[in-house]
């Protein structure tokens, strides 16, 4: 099997043998880097070579902590190491690392570092522009506050058919054909959210408050002007954000909408409720494309040998040297992730597959993030492999949408192959008006400083209603519709972010229209994009995989019409 070269870096200015212990490791060098004189541009090069070497081997150390950490929770000396990085050694680092940002942007030599540098020196522009010394307190409070939602729905559990289950499993039940038992779900989960509701609100009061506060002692009118600097969002504006919300709102609902008259029609149901929306039609069994993670890897790497051998490739060399972490189990932490190694520079995936077909997608798209990691490793310098989220969600996305075709490793009944395309399509039709409610939600939060508990209940369900298709019959449980924002964990812990996934996942659809007529050139462009990391603007990089950096109306709605006859294509043989 052909591959990628994945050289491992060679250190020049840290010894061979250098581990990070604690801080007093690390003093030497954070010393030196501080002190030492840059004469000319050729000093500065090697200076930032320097650096890149040091943040790439503190990056792989607290990769593995946080690998290890998430693979067994109740290790204590895991646990203990994870802990003393954030409590000892990060707030160091922060302090240095804007010593260092304001040394780079006052050296006479910057200006001619020439264009791979554009990206990472307007975003370290930015952050010294952005520091305040009084922000850094706020900052700490936030970050504990953020960590008590966690800590408030995390403990929530249900009873459902005399099983205690958190509100993930619980919400398993929801895909059943037996319209009973979905129902006692849903009422279960509802009443366990409904328990926690007014102190959800007090926390996001604080939330609010501190943002707000953290916004104008840096200089800006409100939290919104604020923290589209500091995510670094200088290719979009929320002028921009409110197109996609329009876009959305008019091209991609009518889809949602056939969606559900479609559910609506196979569960022979005179109107839906919020109960039916996930369920699987009667007769019809939630797929099981493996039972074992083994069978998961082995069918995996047929799949995307069938998409391009070298994705194959990358996923084969993570398993021959055991950097993939599958099944689920017990003292391991939820979720999963791919971890890119610094210096290394074989990526590590983290999951918790248990036998349903989501477990095949997750995996497919945590491969898409450790193809981007292994293609932008070769770049000289670790800022330039730090991408933003809107192109390394683009190539996780894509990855799972180039996968599709080839699905039959899977599955082998063609009932069974459908049902996995149509599931895919419709989590992509129905997640993006999400999306944007989400997105649109924050935009008023945060531009109505002040607001009160019942003015965010009354914006929240307008903007609820611009993004809903009026076809699931909430009676009796309009109450709880009112807080359902507060399942989203991005609100409380980070902030406006979230609408990268739908500008990625709108890429992605067209990165799927370009494979569907030229597999070959779409792969090419695809790979040319992703190597490149952060030495060019969002712009840019899209321009190089092939596709429009574009969320206005007139684009949504091409790329809606391409989701259409896909969909009718499916909904054909059903």
């Known amino acids: 099997m052909e591959g990628f070269v994945i050289q491992p870096l060679v250190r020049h200015y840290l010894p061979a043998d250098f581990q990070l212990q604690g801080l007093s490791s690390l003093q030497p060098y954070l010393q030196e880097l501080e002190t030492r004189p840059i004469p000319d541009l050729e000093a500065l090069h090697r200076w930032l070579a320097d650096l890149s070497e040091l943040e790439a081997a503190v990056d792989e150390d607290i990769s593995w902590r946080q690998i290890r950490v998430s693979q067994d929770t109740s290790h204590q000396a895991y646990a203990a190491a994870y802990q003393q990085f954030y409590r000892e050694i990060a707030p160091v680092l922060q302090q240095y690392a804007q010593r260092f940002r304001q040394k780079i942007i006052s050296c006479p030599f910057t200006d001619q570092l020439g264009a791979t540098y554009f990206p990472f020196l307007r ?6 522009a952005l520091f305040r010394e009084e922000n850094i307190p706020l900052q700490n409070e936030l970050a504990l506050l953020q960590r008590k939602y966690g800590q408030i729905t ?3 559990t249900v009873v459902v058919q005399g099983q205690e289950l958190t509100l993930p499993q619980a919400a398993r039940f929801l895909e059943q054909s037996d319209r009973n038992l979905r129902e006692e779900a849903f009422i279960r989960i509802a009443n366990a959210r409904l328990s926690i509701q007014q102190e959800l609100d007090e926390l996001f009061d604080q939330l609010l408050e501190k943002r707000h506060q953290m916004a104008q002692q840096a200089g800006y009118p409100d939290y919104r002007a604020y923290r589209f600097r500091e995510l670094n969002r ?3 504006t929320p002028a921009d954000c409110e197109a996609f919300h329009e876009a959305i709102s008019r091209y991609i609902l009518p889809l949602v909408a056939r969606v559900q008259e479609k559910k609506q029609t196979e569960l022979g149901l005179s109107a839906l409720q919020p109960w039916d929306t996930d369920a699987m039609p009667p007769g019809v069994e939630p797929l099981r494309p493996f039972t074992q993670a083994e069978e998961l890897v082995q069918k995996t790497l047929a799949c995307l040998e069938r998409v391009d051998p070298r994705f194959a490739w ?3 060399e993570m398993h021959r040297q055991g950097h993939l972490d599958l099944e689920s189990r017990k003292h391991k932490a939820p979720g999963g992730f791919n971890c890119a190694l610094a210096e290394k520079g074989l990526p590590f995936i983290f999951m918790n597959a248990s036998g349903q077909w989501q477990d095949v997608v997750t995996l497919i798209h945590e491969t898409g993030h450790a193809v981007h990691a292994v293609l932008a490793h070769s770049l000289p310098l670790q800022a330039f492999k730090e991408y933003p989220m809107e192109i390394a969600e683009l190539a996780s996305m894509s990855m799972e949408l180039f996968s599709m075709h080839a699905w039959e490793v899977y599955v082998h ?9 149509r599931q895919q399509l419709e989590r992509i039709i129905t997640l993006l008006p999400w999306i944007a409610t989400i997105d649109a939600f924050q935009h008023w939060l945060y531009t109505h400083p002040g607001h009160s508990r019942e003015a965010r209940r009354q914006a929240w369900l307008q903007v609820l209603d611009r993004f809903s298709t ?4 909430w009676s009796g449980w309009e109450h709880y519709r009112a807080i359902s924002w507060q399942k989203q964990l991005h609100l409380f812990e980070v902030p406006f972010y979230y609408i990268e996934y739908g500008i990625a996942q709108l890429g992605a659809v067209a990165l799927r ?3 569907t007529r030229d597999p070959q050139q779409t792969l090419q462009r695809y790979m040319q994009a992703l190597q490149l990391g952060n030495t060019r603007t969002l712009p840019e990089l899209y321009r190089e995989a092939g596709i429009a950096f574009d969320f206005s109306p007139e684009y949504v709605r091409s790329l809606a019409g391409f989701l259409e006859t896909e969909l009718e294509e499916i909904y054909a043989h059903h």
């Open 123 to 128: 975003q370290t522009r930015n952050a010294v």
């Open 154 to 156: 995390g403990s929530l």
């Open 234 to 236: 200088f290719d979009y």
């Open 314 to 316: 990358v996923l084969a």
């Open 413 to 421: 009944h063609p009932e069974e192959l459908r049902l996995a395309r």
């Open 470 to 473: 009026g076809k699931v019959d």
């Open 513 to 515: 229209r370009a494979f």
